[in-house]
């Protein structure tokens, strides 16, 4: 085994040193794609009660005016309250995107969401400093999205198989990083701002179908702004937080795979290679293949609801594990219940925001579907092992036949299967329907495609603001 530096100094190292000219087209494309897709589930999940009582918290304990309260027009809070509203709703719906790994023992429950901390980081401290413009934001996200990608891939998959919850641990570390790149921190401060954050780090997989899930989330965004604040004051911690004995990787992630780690931070950078997954259903990403496997048979067969007597359900414990409930009665649990999400595929053929409704997932129709659905693990899948997502369905009719459908083991959204531009603009339009109006929504979507070139960057959060009240859009200006 190769003998690397201290995963703290190379991470101070790169963002000290990482700079704009570094950022290739491809990962400026990538990133204007992961920042559109945040904008839009930033707007969606202020339709979710767990972010309703947060803003009336953050109302109610108030604080320095620096930053924009989503979901409160004309209201500005703390940078850090604002970050976890903001970074709660973004994952509010489980629709933000996932990291890739080409590691064949990775479990893919340990890849981080890693967009919602860094951007929503980046917005809240751009706001807070009184504005940045496109190319500073760009890098500010882009440094925050590496560090959190990077120790994510090499943490041992022991940190999510014991129960943590990776968006929420380390996508402190992404947020902290991108805040403080933006607050300017280097050296000692620096390695301050990553201990104070390594302290903060937690979420546990059992609040997995709960408020507190898009919650852990939020938490790392607030966390991650909180520990570059208290470390540009002067705030201490162990300079060193990630590494030895008690640190972080060893502490929470039950060590780390120094060859990997040699490799250091941007060597390539994560957003590039080995890429990053926009899910196309606001569910656990483990469920997409089937999901997806589940529209094509009853679309591709003509299968209504009433011609189905069951639906069989097959595959490992990589998927049966975490999606863990075998009936939901309420949107929540239904992210992480294979029987729900295939009864909303059986039953309107699609699953987005409309359908990720407690209405709708304790309606009669749902609760009788699920009803009719067993899961089970198969051998065959589990003894192929955890390197792809592997699963099978199969449909008996009401008159007796069969039907077999192989979910595809590549992903849609994924880098070998991904969305395009317009794919994207639809799925922003999906999450913003009925809570932008089109103007608002062209806005969004024409500011994020020429976000390089924008003069105030942050002013992004004024025009995802509901209700549409026109904020924002005269601050946003092409150089």
């Known amino acids: 085994m190769t003998k ?13 040193r990482f700079e704009y000219n570094d950022l290739p087209e491809q990962a400026l494309a990538i990133g204007r794609r992961c920042i559109l897709d945040s904008l839009g589930l930033f707007v969606a999940g202020t339709t979710e009660s767990s972010v309703a009582i947060l803003v009336e918290e953050a109302l109610a304990t108030g604080g320095r005016e620096e930053a924009m309260l989503l979901g409160a027009p004309g209201r500005l809070v703390p940078a850090a309250s604002a970050a976890r509203v903001i970074g709660t709703a973004g994952h509010a719906h489980d629709w933000d995107d996932t990291q890739v790994s080409d590691d064949p023992d990775h479990v893919y429950g340990l890849l981080t969401h890693p967009s919602i901390p860094a951007i929503t980081a980046a917005l809240t401290v751009a706001q807070k400093l009184g504005g940045v413009d496109g190319k500073t934001l760009m890098l500010a996200f882009q440094t925050g999205f590496e560090v959190e990608c990077k120790i994510s891939e090499w943490m041992t998959p022991d940190h999510y198989l014991r129960g943590h919850h990776s968006s929420a641990t380390v996508g402190t570390f992404g947020a902290c990083a991108a805040a403080a790149k933006l607050l300017g921190l280097s050296g000692e401060k620096l390695r301050h701002a990553l201990g104070i954050a390594a302290s903060f780090a937690a979420g546990i997989r059992c609040n997995f179908g709960t408020m507190t899930k898009p919650l852990h989330v939020g938490r790392a965004s607030e966390n991650g702004v909180t520990a570059a604040n208290l470390a540009a004051r002067g705030f201490t911690a162990d300079p060193q937080a990630l ?59 003509d299968v209504g609801p009433k011609d189905i007597a069951r639906i069989d359900f097959f595959a490992g414990s990589n998927i ?102 317009g794919d994207l603009e639809g799925k922003f339009h999906a999450c913003t329907d009925g809570l932008l109006d089109e103007t608002r929504q062209r806005a969004v979507i024409d500011a994020v495609w020429a976000l390089d070139g924008l003069e105030r960057a942050d002013t992004l959060l004024d025009l995802v603001q509901l209700p549409v009240n026109g904020a924002g859009e005269s601050r946003l200006r092409a150089v």
């Open 4 to 16: 690397t530096r201290g995963v703290t100094e190379q991470a101070v190292e790169f963002i000290e």
């Open 243 to 301: 590494d030895g004995r008690w640190g972080f990787l060893k502490v929470l992630g039950g060590g780390f795979d120094e060859d990997k780690a040699a490799q250091g931070f941007a060597n390539p950078l994560t957003i590039v290679s080995p890429g990053v997954s926009i899910k196309p259903y606001p569910s656990g990403i483990l469920t997409h293949q089937a999901m997806d496997a589940m529209l094509k048979l009853v679309t591709d067969n």
């Open 320 to 421: 049966l594990n975490p999606i863990r409930y075998p009936i939901a009665k309420n949107h929540l649990p239904a992210k992480f219940s294979m029987a729900a999400l295939l009864a909303m595929i059986a039953l309107y053929r699609k699953a987005g925001r409309q359908e990720f409704t407690d209405e709708c997932v304790g309606c009669d129709a749902m609760q009788a579907m699920q009803a009719r659905i067993s899961v089970a693990n198969d051998p065959d899948i589990e003894a192929k092992g955890f390197d792809k997502i592997r699963s099978r369905i199969e449909l008996v009719r009401k008159d007796g036949s069969r039907i077999v459908q192989w979910a595809d083991e590549r992903y849609r959204g994924g880098p070998n299967l991904p969305m395009t531009d």
